[in-house]
Each structure stands twice: as C-alpha cells, then as structure tokens.
C-alpha cells in the first residue's frame, strides 16, 4: 500500500466518525477508500476494480460517472449556488423539481417539502403529521405504529419507527409513542404460501394495535413497500392496498417511506403506483438524486396540507424548516436525474434487466446455503441458512456477514451483508444484462469460497 494512502487510513481511524460502525471496530479494521466509479463500476485506492451490486447506498440508481449530472450541478453552481426558502424566497430549480415529483408521483400528492435526506424526511414527516392533528382539533391522535424489521431513518424520532436493534440500544428508543406490528415476512412465517392469509394478519394486527391504543389516540401506520434494512422483506402483491384500505377504516393516516423503492428501485417509479396506492404522505431520498448530492423530500397529500394550512392564522409561521431545503444545486441534479430516468431510458433499462436480475436470484436457489431468494424489480435479498428444512440461521459465532462482505469484496462484488446472513442487493438501474449476470457469478464464486472452509461446511445441517 502506498504511502499516502496508509496516511489517509491514519486520519480516518483517528478522526473521521463514521455511520453505524462500531467505533473501536472501525480502528481496528480501518477504511476501504474508493477513488473513482463509472457505470456499474468502482475504483479502490489500491486499484482494485469492483462490481457495485448494491448502487452505493441503495442510491445511485443511474449509475457512477454521468456527465450530465456533473454538468447541470456545475451549471447551477456557477448562477446561484445557493437560495433560502425562507422569508419567501425560491429558486427555479426547486420549483420546477416540485412540479415534475408531484407529476410523477401517485395522484393527490399535491405538495412538496425539500429535506436533506431519508432520515429528516421522516423527521419531518412525524412533525407535519403531529401538527395537522392538532391543527384540525385532534390533539390525542399521537401514536404511531410501524413494523418490526422497519427502517425510518436515524433521527431522534424517526430512529424510534425504526425496528432495528442498533438504532435503538444506547438511544432511550423507541419512546412512547412508537409501536411496531410485525413484519409481512413469508419465509419466516407460519402462513407462508398464503399470501392472502399473510395479508389477512397483517390488517388485523394493524386493527388490534390501534384498539388497543384506542382509536382517538393514532395518527399514523409508517410502512415501506418493500423493507429494506430489515432484510429486504417482501410482501405479498396486494398487502399495501390491504394496508391503505385499513388505514381509512381507522381514520390513521399512511406514510409510505419509499426513501428505497422510489425512483424504479422496484420496477415503477414509485412502488405505490404498482397497487394503485396513493398514501397521506411519502417519504423520498436515494435515487431522487441518484447519491450525486443530498436530497430528500416529503410528498404531501392535500388534505394534510389544507388541515395544517386552515389551523393557523395567515400571518403565524409553520414552524419547520432547514436552511438547505430545496437547494438549488441539489434540486437541478434532481431535474436531471429525473430526466436520465423518462428521457435517458434507464427507467426502462431497470425493467428490462430486472427480468435477468430475477433470473439471477432463482439461480442461486439451489445452493447449500441459500434458504430463500426474493426480489422486485432490482431490490432483491438472498437469505443464507445453515439447514434448508428447518430454515435454521448460522451460529452468529461464526462472524458469517464480516466474512460474506470480506469474501465478495475479494471476489470483486459488493453487496449489503446483513448482520442475519442475508445479502441485499440493489444494482444500479444502468447495468447491462452481462453485468448483471457477473454480479451473480461473483456471489456463487463468494458462496462457494465459504462452502469450502471447514467451520461453515461442518455448520451446515
């Protein structure tokens, strides 16, 4: 390793804080650190070349290296690299961005707030919803309730929705207001291969919880499409309408957080359209910006934004904002990213090689340690077991993740390496049918590598 690198890898480990890493951990292994990306492809410090199977972050969607992207936030940079949207000021940019998402988006979603990213856009989100009730003369209606295996984000309110352990040990979370149903998860349900009966459940817990919170007292049912951190747990086709129609029964609101499954993640783009589904809001992030720059944003249907908007006087401000919302450099690379989306085609290039993509999951079902494979559109899991019948995971002794990622790396991929052996994987929508069938190539090969050393093979029943 060159000098100069071993020098970077010093000023990390002394001071660079990085998410959701064991601090003592992080000193002891140091930092990967990537030099350059094109297309489906990334550079490390030491010239190693490797697959990106997972889009970075589940976020760049278009693909590492667009010229386009670069050249519309310099553009933008050069005019007005920067407007408040405070004291009623705008910019074009956030303007035109907010038309173009409500006319993407699914009908009704009318009104948009600029956010950071996913985590302030749930933040956010919990606080419009928490001041629409009261504006409307609700002020009981303060519970929440989302799924067991859920990821909202790491605010200090959204981290409690949240249903991971990490983000809540050492936090006080969740706080009292946040309650959590469990997950749609057929592999490890007792229903699986019901997927009516799967639903069915799904509704009445959702019925049961807010009974039992009392009905006067829930304001809102969190869910993503698709769950994303917690596994990539895919529901049955017709669970997020279920889910919508029981909402309205109980006068609750529904938040979609779509901060993965927006933007062709899972075939359209936005997972919502695909059950018809409008929700109360959505929560939007990742591929809004394909990670190029931070942006999130919350969707708004009108009848939450008429309810806030009619509970103060005109001249009393709604007392929420950041002061990088709508920015105009990250909105203009949204405008584009949205634009390589319609009009560049990759939208349409994620759904023809999502066909391959789930080619390529089915075929690694048959290896010894595979227990399940599933997927939509390019958001995909692989679910690792020690016993196939008996769907037993690995002794966690085994270090199995640390291992798997370590391994793929080697073998040239990256992927998501679940801390309960399930490897994630989101490829960028740009990739090409031979790319894709490389990256499952690269995961056997990995599966394969670790089949063959003594404590795992001697793991499996």
């Known amino acids: 390793m060159h000098q100069s690198n071993r020098s970077l890898l010093d000023i990390d480990r002394d ?43 589940w976020c760049v969607n278009v693909g590492y290296g667009q010229d386009s992207i670069v050249e519309a936030a310099a553009e933008q940079m050069r005019r007005l690299p920067y407007a408040t949207g405070y004291f009623h000021f705008g910019s074009e940019p956030a303007v035109k961005l907010a038309q ?27 606080r419009y919803i928490t001041h629409y009730y009261n504006a409307i003369g609700k002020p009981a209606k303060k519970q929440c309730i989302a799924l067991e295996r859920g990821y909202h984000g790491s605010s200090s309110t959204g981290a409690g929705l949240t249903a991971l352990a990490n983000f809540h040990r050492g936090f006080d979370l969740p706080l009292r207001w946040q309650h959590h149903i469990a997950s749609p998860y057929p592999y490890r349900s007792d229903l699986e291969g019901d997927d009516a009966a799967i639903i069915a459940r799904s509704v009445q817990e959702l019925k049961d919880k807010v009974a039992q919170l009392g009905a ?3 304001a809102a049912f969190f869910c993503e499409p698709i769950q994303g951190s917690g596994g990539v747990i895919v529901p049955p086709v017709g669970w997020l309408k279920a889910m919508r129609q029981a909402c309205d029964e109980l006068d609750i609101l529904l938040v979609a957080d779509e901060v993965i499954t927006a933007f062709g993640r899972t075939g359209p783009m936005f997972a919502c359209e695909a059950e018809g589904v409008t929700p109360d809001l959505m929560t939007v992030a990742k591929g809004l910006t394909a990670g190029y720059v931070p942006m999130g ?13 009619n509970g103060a006087a005109p001249d009393v401000a709604i007392g929420h904002g950041a002061t990088y919302s709508g920015h105009p450099v990250s909105a203009a690379v949204g405008l584009e990213v949205l634009r390589l989306y319609t009009e560049g085609g990759i939208l349409a290039n994620g759904q023809k090689v999502a066909v391959r993509f789930d080619a390529g999951l089915a075929g690694l079902a ?14 995909g899991a692989i679910e690792l077991v020690a016993d196939k019948g008996g769907k037993t995971r690995f002794d966690p002794a085994l270090k199995l993740a640390d291992r798997l990622f370590a391994k793929g790396y080697e073998n040239g991929v990256i992927f998501r390496a679940f801390a309960d052996n399930i490897i994630g994987l989101a490829p960028a929508l740009c990739a090409s049918d031979a790319e894709m069938d490389e990256i499952f190539a690269r995961i056997r090969k990995t599966l394969d590598d670790l089949l063959e050393e003594a404590d795992i093979r001697a793991a499996l029943g």
Not at 34 to 52: A, N
Request: aromatic share 6%; no cysteine; net charge negative.
């Open 366 to 379: 048959d290896h010894p340690m595979v227990g399940d494979t599933r997927g939509r559109g390019l958001l």
């Open 216 to 218: 006067d007292n829930v």
């Open 100 to 126: 173009r998402l409500v006319d993407l988006s699914p009908d009704g979603l009318d009104h948009v707030y600029f956010t950071l990213g996913g985590s302030d856009a749930v933040d956010s989100a919990i």
């Open 297 to 309: 944003a919350v969707l708004m249907s009108d009848k939450v934004y008429q309810g806030i908007a």
């Open 15 to 57: 001071h660079l804080i990085h998410p959701v890493t064991s601090f003592r951990g992080h000193e002891a292994r140091g930092a990967t650190l990537l030099q350059s990306g094109k297309g489906m492809w990334l550079t490390d410090m030491d010239g190693r070349e490797v697959l990106d199977a997972f889009a970075g972050l």
